[in-house]
């Protein structure tokens, strides 16, 4: 139970830092942002940062929301 709780409190850290890492993307140099972001449609972060990145997050909080909520129910029943 205990390794349960340690790669929940990992994911959720992970998530932590990609919602700051998405809220400061704005501050990055727009050269950098524009090279980043030059193809829509690739599923390679080299080339399509933003949207990966937003990608990412959703599906990270769902695993996150998933885990906790597993880890509070078979630690209370």
């Known amino acids: 139970m ?4 340690y790669i929940c409190i990992v994911i959720s850290l992970l998530v932590i830092f990609l ?6 993307l704005h501050l990055f140099p ?6 980043v972001n030059s193809n ?3 599923l390679n972060p080299k080339y399509n940062n933003e949207s990966l ?3 990412l ?3 990270l909080s769902a695993v996150m929301m998933i885990m906790w909520s597993a ?3 078979l630690s209370i029943f």
Do not use: A, D
């Open 53 to 55: 990145t937003g990608l």
């Open 40 to 42: 829509k449609n690739s």
């Open 71 to 73: 880890y509070f129910y």
């Open 19 to 24: 919602l700051i890492y998405s809220s400061t």
């Open 2 to 5: 205990m390794e349960f709780l």
């Open 30 to 35: 727009k050269e950098w942002r524009e090279r």
């Open 57 to 59: 997050i959703i599906i």
